[in-house]
């Protein structure tokens, strides 16, 4: 069924329009030829931003149902399986259920132009209004404003994790330009949680929501979170919150915490829920520590340890590297392989202040992958001493060989991220 599924994508993928042009007008009139599926799927918590999305929602995920609450959750883009992108109350959707969605939408679509991300969401919201659920998690895709997710017209909640520069192509070269396409998910009368912000971007965030009459839930205006010893606190004008800190590593997962428990706190939850988004959240690919396989072999053979992170923006090397910084002395070497649209220099630049060496790869299979020499050259202009190998198990192999006892991080993509978990196993 796996493959019927893989089949039915291909074909969908074909569609495709000739030109770009970002619109909600396509999903809707598809959607309408569906008979309006998402009106009919639970309650919405709408989440955008730049970095965080993921792991705030897997957190607000962990906090929904440790109350025994049924949750959908959409997110992209996957790492192993497309499954991964739909998750229902019970788990990632079955190929049955992911091949007879699939087969409806392009039924109903008849060979009309469509993008890949419009059909997967009419996928996820016909798969989501035919199982029972108390809430459904929608991670934007890209931007906000017109990003397929966005037909929905009155969500119960919205987030906005932090905003930075990414997607220039498409959302704006500007801080405050890329902000206002995020804000386009806030929706009359409907409460927003909002992350720490630069102020450029808050100021826009604030506008938007003011001319919709939104309530704003701001971080470091109406609530906080910070790393007290080993625990989490939390305090917003309901009280004090004190739990453990997110198993999640890495500093910039106490804010991502902070603003999981605050849209927690806003749909009326507690203390228990609190805890559970901490301790319970499960995110792959987020600075994780590969536990087994051949990579796994070859590193620990040297007594190296192997990670894995999915960052590719530049603030997203600036979270990589305050992990490195606080997971204390060891010599640290990336293996990095990156996209050609990504602003490489400026996610390498933090990283070459904890990082001992970079040995970069060509993502297998990727069509948009950067050249390893080529990332090699931006490593260097980044001040990170650089090589290239033929690919990650050759990277591993001949550091953990040169540098025993070293940490080896595998990172610069989400994609180079998911072929490591599939063919690692």
Excluded at 149 to 167: G, Q, W, Y
Aim: with cysteine; charged share 20%.
């Amino acid at each position: 069924m796996a493959d019927a599924s893989d089949a039915l994508l291909d074909r969908l993928t074909r569609l495709h329009p000739k030109v770009i042009d970002l619109s909600l007008d396509r999903l809707r009139v598809l959607l309408a030829d569906l008979g309006n599926p998402e009106r009919s799927i639970a309650p919405v918590i709408h989440i955008a931003g730049t970095n965080g999305k993921g792991s705030t929602q897997a957190m607000i995920r962990a906090g929904l149902e440790a109350a025994g609450l049924r949750v959908n959750a959409y997110t992209s883009p996957h790492l192993a399986r497309f499954n991964e992108r739909i998750r229902l109350p019970d788990g990632d959707i079955s190929d049955a259920d992911l091949a007879a969605a699939l087969a409806e939408v392009e039924r109903v679509n008849a060979d009309r132009p469509i993008t890949f991300f419009e059909v997967t969401t009419a996928a996820a919201f016909l798969a989501f209004s035919r199982v029972q659920a108390d809430f459904t998690l929608l991670e934007v895709g890209l931007g906000g404003r017109l990003d397929a997710t966005n037909v929905i017209d009155a969500p119960r909640l919205t987030v906005i994790t932090p905003v930075s520069i990414d997607h220039t192509q498409y959302l704006g070269d500007t801080l405050a330009k890329i902000a206002a396409e995020k804000a386009g998910i806030l929706k009359r009368g409907v409460p927003c949680v909002v992350a720490r912000q630069r102020d450029d971007a808050m100021q826009v965030i604030e506008l938007a929501a003011a001319r919709l009459g939104a309530r704003l839930s701001a971080e470091g205006q109406h609530w906080t979170a910070a790393r007290e010893g080993e625990a989490l606190v939390f305090q917003d004008e309901r009280g004090l919150v004190d739990v453990p800190l997110p198993v999640l590593p890495g500093p910039h997962q106490i804010d991502n915490a902070g603003t999981a428990i605050a849209a927690l706190r806003e749909l009326g939850f507690g203390q228990a829920e609190a805890a559970a988004a901490t301790t319970r959240a499960v995110w792959p690919a987020r600075m994780q520590r590969l536990a087994r396989g051949p990579l796994v072999d070859a590193a620990a053979a040297h007594g190296c340890e192997l990670w894995l992170d999915g960052g590719h923006n530049p603030a997203g090397g600036e979270a990589v590297a305050a992990t490195l910084a606080a997971m204390g002395p060891k010599p640290t070497h990336l293996v990095c392989g990156m996209l050609n649209t990504k602003d490489v220099v400026g996610y390498m630049r933090p990283l070459a202040y904890v990082a001992t060496s970079l040995t970069a790869v060509s993502i297998p299979g990727e069509r948009n992958t950067l050249p390893a020499s080529e990332t090699a050259m931006a490593a260097a202009s980044a001040g990170l001493p650089a090589s290239t190998a033929d690919d990650v198990a050759a990277a591993v192999a001949g550091i953990a060989a040169a540098d025993p006892g070293a940490r080896i991080l595998i990172c610069g993509s989400l994609y180079l991220a998911g072929r490591v978990l599939r063919d690692n196993g």
